[in-house]
């Protein structure tokens, strides 16, 4: 199948990632019948094969398929069509969307005001270095790795073990939903935006702020999950 963007005439050119163009190729397939549930997937070299992409890039895509409860991986046996529909929460393996959605606010708002009041030169061109290389970086995953490395950076600055600990505890999950997310809502540029938000306002010494641009990002994670989940804001349950 070609990975070239899909158009009509009269309508811009949409570019996308590799992973994503493998994810909407695999989610166009389950959801309209062409990968029925119960099906097994090809392999991960079966599929970089077909689709013209490497190995970690159909990684990447079958993640996010599981994420949205599409997939599942079984060891030994391979990958699974385990519904047509995405799921009311996303899977991000120890932890759902919904547990950090609940979670977060809690611990990285105050964290981000700590951190704006204990913060050192050395802590703020940390953040900054990270936050610079956020804006260059082209490859999705070593975005990912920056943006869990950006959040966990804050945590750690504010000077409290306790939420510092918690955020080690969720990045992998963290991680994930950043992978999810980049892949299926095109966060990426909005992130920086907010990060970068967050970073001015950590760097002025502002707790004020700095709060208000962590509660304000974490509000744009939500609602963006609510743009692919099957029970996101605004909706209800059936």
């Keep these: 199948m070609n990975l070239s963007d899909s158009r009509t005439a009269g309508q811009p050119i949409v570019r996308v990632s590799a992973a994503e163009a493998v994810f909407s190729a695999l989610r166009r397939g389950i959801e309209e019948g062409q990968l029925p549930v119960g099906e097994k997937l090809p392999s991960e070299a079966a599929l970089a094969q077909r689709y013209d992409v490497s190995r970690s890039v159909v990684r990447e895509a079958l993640r996010s398929c599981a994420a949205l409860g599409l997939t599942e991986s079984r060891t030994g046996k391979g990958t699974y069509v385990v519904s047509a529909r995405v799921a009311k929460d996303l899977a991000l393996g120890t932890y759902s969307a919904r547990d950090l959605h609940e979670a977060r606010p809690h611990i990285e708002v105050p964290a981000a005001g700590l951190a704006a009041r204990r913060r050192t030169e050395e802590d703020v061109q940390l953040l900054r270095d990270v936050v610079g290389a956020m804006v260059a970086e082209d490859d999705p995953q070593a975005w990912v790795e920056l943006d869990t490395s950006f959040h966990a950076a804050i945590a750690r600055i504010s000077g409290n073990r ?23 809502a095109d966060r990426q540029p909005r992130s920086d935006e907010e990060h970068l938000r967050i970073f001015r306002a950590i760097e002025q010494g502002d707790p004020g702020e700095a709060e208000a641009a962590m509660r304000d990002h974490l509000a744009a994670v939500h609602d963006a999950l609510g743009t692919i989940t099957a029970d996101g804001p605004g909706r209800s349950s059936p």
């Design 162 to 184: 306790v939420f510092e600990n918690v955020i080690a505890d969720i990045r992998e999950a963290l991680t994930h939903q950043s992978e999810t997310l980049n892949v299926v």
